[in-house]
């Protein structure tokens, strides 16, 4: 618990730096840190911690030694200029809990730039909301880290515990950033992780899985169209058996309770597709790749074995398919769900700071998506908490981030820090 006077002190320090910490935002945003192009980002993260006199950690993701960790997902993509950043407060003699805070600066890929109304990678502020890709998911969150520790400092104090700030990368495919820092041997009694949520609390998240779908069909001129075999075609039936399977996850029945009152928890979406070479040839190829979300609770290994048994079924009553069945390639997310369990004083923390902030009691919601909150929350020793600020349209066209609750989380966060953590002195 914290005293009035320095909630009041915290509350109007993170006012008097928010003109900063909203440029440093905008900064961010305007790193186009999509898959394998995040360094400049992560060297924006680094300088950020550095200007704020923190301890800053820069290193590279090993995929050899990652691929021994439990919770890691298989890549396809070279890890060459792929880095992670912590920035550390080490007080010289720790009290009080520990923290780890999180934050990824990937973003996914724009779409076509003509359906924004301002570039993706050059965020405009219209009114309260910020705009471009990156700018809900999540790199307010990400920047917040640091200015929530900067306002502490500016109300006279700091956390009298260790607090490490990971900014990470391939949250939008793997999770191995998150787990990169894990195997660096980054730990605390709570993890803090500011993704957008509208300031609620996450109660529980789904897992995810990536999977490649190639069938292989036989090309002839299309002046014979029926002696050969149309690659592209031939994924129709497998599409509406993947789609039967997702309907039976999401009856009340198959429900996991934690997702009981969502409406549509498990989505499977067939998002990406290529395959043919000619437009007067029968293709020979067609691949297709599909998110897959799955319970908390369940293996992912259990998912992997119904996926392909639903692709085999499909096949067999196909007159081509079922001699030349489609082969599967897992790369990208083989995630398990996560429920929030335990944490209970980080709980009431975090409870008791968003109510000075809100003034209303801290609403807690099921995700459909998944975070890197599972990763100490299943394999490691901490609870994950997601909360962050308000954003619309993300992985979408103009997404958006609301500044004042940007600046509401950034309230939030460091209260929730001062409480958990407690403070000295600076
Ligand atoms: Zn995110």
Request: hydrophobic share 40%; charged share 20%.
């Amino acid at each position: 618990m914290i005293d009035t006077d320095l909630k009041t002190k915290i509350l109007h320090a993170v006012d008097t730096g928010f003109d900063e910490q909203i440029e440093f935002t905008r900064e961010l945003v305007r790193k186009p840190s999509i898959r394998g192009q995040e360094a400049t980002a992560q060297d924006l993260m680094a300088e950020g911690f550095r200007l704020h006199g923190f301890d800053v950690d820069r290193f590279k993701l090993d995929p050899d030694l990652l691929a021994r960790q439990p919770g890691f997902s298989p890549v396809a993509v070279s890890y060459d200029n792929a880095w992670s950043v912590v920035g550390s407060w080490r007080p010289a003699s720790p009290k009080g809990r520990s923290l780890v805070m999180n934050g990824h600066v990937d973003v996914v890929p724009t779409g076509p730039a003509d359906l924004w109304t301002h570039p993706p990678f050059d965020p405009v502020i219209d009114g309260d909301w910020m705009y471009g890709r990156g700018a809900g998911d999540m790199k307010p969150g990400t920047a917040a880290m640091i200015f929530a520790m900067a306002a502490l400092r500016r109300a006279g104090v700091m956390p009298a515990a260790t607090v490490h700030m990971e900014s990470v990368i391939e949250e939008e495919c793997t999770g191995n950033g998150a787990l990169s820092c894990m195997l660096r041997g980054y730990n605390g009694d709570i993890v803090l992780i500011p993704e957008p949520s509208d300031a609620h609390l996450m109660s529980a998240q789904v897992g995810v899985i990536w999977m490649q779908v190639t069938v292989r069909g036989i090309p002839v001129h299309v002046s014979v169209a029926g002696t050969g075999q149309n690659a592209i075609e031939a994924c129709t039936p497998l599409f509406t058996a993947l789609h039967a399977l997702e309907e039976e996850w999401n009856t009340v029945a198959a429900k996991h309770e934690a997702f009981a009152g969502v409406e549509h928890p498990i989505n499977v979406v067939i998002s990406k597709i290529e395959g043919g070479d000619w437009t007067s040839s029968v293709p020979s190829w067609c691949r297709f790749d599909v998110r897959v979300g799955l319970y908390p609770d369940v293996e992912v290994a259990e998912i992997q074995r119904r996926l392909e048994a639903c692709l085999a079924d499909a096949s067999r009553d196909h007159p081509f398919l079922s001699n030349n069945p489609p082969s599967i390639a897992w790369h990208g997310f083989l995630a398990p769900g996560y429920v929030l369990r335990g944490g209970d004083e980080a709980q009431q923390a975090l409870e008791r700071a968003h109510r000075v902030v809100f003034d209303a009691p801290l609403p807690r919601t099921a995700f459909t998506g998944l975070t890197d909150a599972r990763f100490r929350g299943l394999h490691g020793s901490a609870p994950g908490l997601v909360y962050g600020a308000k954003a619309e349209n993300i992985h979408g066209i103009d997404e958006r981030v609301s500044l004042d609750s940007i600046r509401r989380l950034t309230q939030s966060m460091a209260l929730f820090i001062a409480d958990w953590c407690g403070v000295e002195a600076v």
